[in-house]
Structure formats: structure tokens, C-alpha cells
């Protein structure tokens, strides 16, 4: 067993990440907290004071948790456009579609906590840039395999980043899940699918 005297003997940057660790879990189980400093060095093992070591105020830790949120969400885009392992395009699609709409709707998640709290936090417009961009560029690689028809990819994922918001405040005002997931997924299949023209020269 790790105790929490052997566990202060990470380095900064380590411990510093564990306390964020911490805050994203607590922040995506959507529980109800009155002390958010107290319950991250809880749920981290640490000691109480060992916060304001690596943060001022609980408003630059949630700073800290949306660039690593964004920095892991831009990540997977961009292993899928670098990576030289054959993809499913439209299951891929189809999953990311998801789990943004089920992460973004969900009842004071972490989404909602990090990107639409009142928290004096820095600007999110160039993190948002960077995901689109992400977005970007891995759907330009599903058009360059043909699996998506050939659009701007620029739009494409402004356009697909707009519509998965407006579907995850939809359902977190009371619709249908599935009714707003499935029409996503019409959506997508209708816009982005190649045409038999260019599925036939595709092939040709």
C-alpha cells in the first residue's frame, strides 16, 4: 500500500498533476461539493495545505484542468490524423459525436464546471482554435481516404463543434438523447458522405 508519506515524495510537477487528476474526477462525478480545495488534497492523499503550494486560488486550478482537458482532447484528433493505423472513419465519428454530446450535457460535469462557470478564468478562445483545428485535421485525413466527402475541413469542424453544442444543451435542457444523437449522426452521414460519383472515382 502507498501511503500518503511515501506519496509527498513526488516531484512537483508530478504532485501538481495528481492534484489535477483529482479535480477532474471529482468535477466529472458531478457531486455536490462545499469545499473544493479540502476535497482535491483529499482525493489526491494530500495534505491540506499542499493546494496553494502548486495553486493561488481554485479559479487557477480550474484554469489548469481546462488546458489539460483541451490538451487531451486535441491530442486524440491528432493521433488519428498521424497515425498510420487504418480507421474506421464513421465509427470514430460516430463515438467522438457521443462522448462530447454525453460529457457536455451532463448535469454540473466537468465540462460545464471548467468552460461555463463564473470563475475568473484566462480566455478559452485559443484553446478553442486548437480544437477546431485538432478537428480539422483529422477529418481532412478521412477525406483524403475517401471515407468523407471533400470540404473545407476548417468549416467542416467549426460547423460539427457548433451542432455537438447545440445538441448537449438540448438534452441538458430535458430532450431525447437519442433522438438528438441520432440526428446527429444523420446529419454527419448526409453531409460528409461521398457521393456515388465520388466514391466511383474514388475507386476508379
Known amino acids: 500500500m502507498v501511503t500518503s508519506r511515501s506519496r509527498r515524495r513526488l516531484s512537483p510537477e508530478a504532485r501538481r ?32 495545505g499542499t493546494f496553494y ?11 489548469a484542468v481546462r488546458d489539460r482537458v483541451l490538451r487531451d482532447y486535441v491530442g486524440r484528433f491528432h493521433q488519428l490524423a498521424e497515425s498510420t493505423e487504418p480507421i474506421d472513419w464513421w465509427a470514430t465519428l460516430d463515438a467522438e459525436c457521443a462522448a ?12 460545464a464546471a471548467v468552460f461555463h462557470s463564473g470563475s475568473a478564468l484566462a480566455p478559452a478562445g485559443e484553446g478553442r482554435l486548437d480544437t477546431i483545428a485538432a478537428i480539422a485535421k483529422a477529418l481532412h485525413r ?15 469542424a467549426t460547423i460539427l463543434f457548433t451542432v ?9 435542457a430535458g430532450e431525447q ?6 440526428g446527429v449522426r444523420d446529419l ?3 453531409w460528409l458522405a461521398p457521393s456515388p460519383s465520388e466514391e466511383s472515382q474514388r475507386i476508379g
Not at 453544442?165 to 438540448?170: E, F, L, Q, S, V
Open 142 to 156: 478521412g477525406m483524403d481516404e475517401g471515407a468523407f466527402r471533400p470540404v473545407d475541413p476548417h468549416i467542416a
Open 53 to 63: 503550494v502548486y495553486f493561488s486560488s481554485w479559479e487557477e486550478m480550474l484554469a
Open 100 to 111: 462530447a454530446i454525453e460529457a457536455i450535457a451532463r448535469p454540473g460535469g466537468l465540462h
Open 177 to 182: 438523447p437519442q433522438r438528438w444523437l441520432a
Open 17 to 48: 498533476s495528481e492534484l489535477i487528476d483529482a479535480a477532474i474526477r471529482l468535477l466529472d462525478s458531478g457531486q455536490k461539493v462545499t469545499n473544493w480545495v479540502q476535497a482535491v488534497t483529499a482525493e489526491a492523499d494530500a495534505a491540506k
Open 188 to 190: 454527419t452521414r448526409h
Open 164 to 172: 455537438l453544442h447545440g445538441a448537449a444543451d438540448a438534452i441538458a
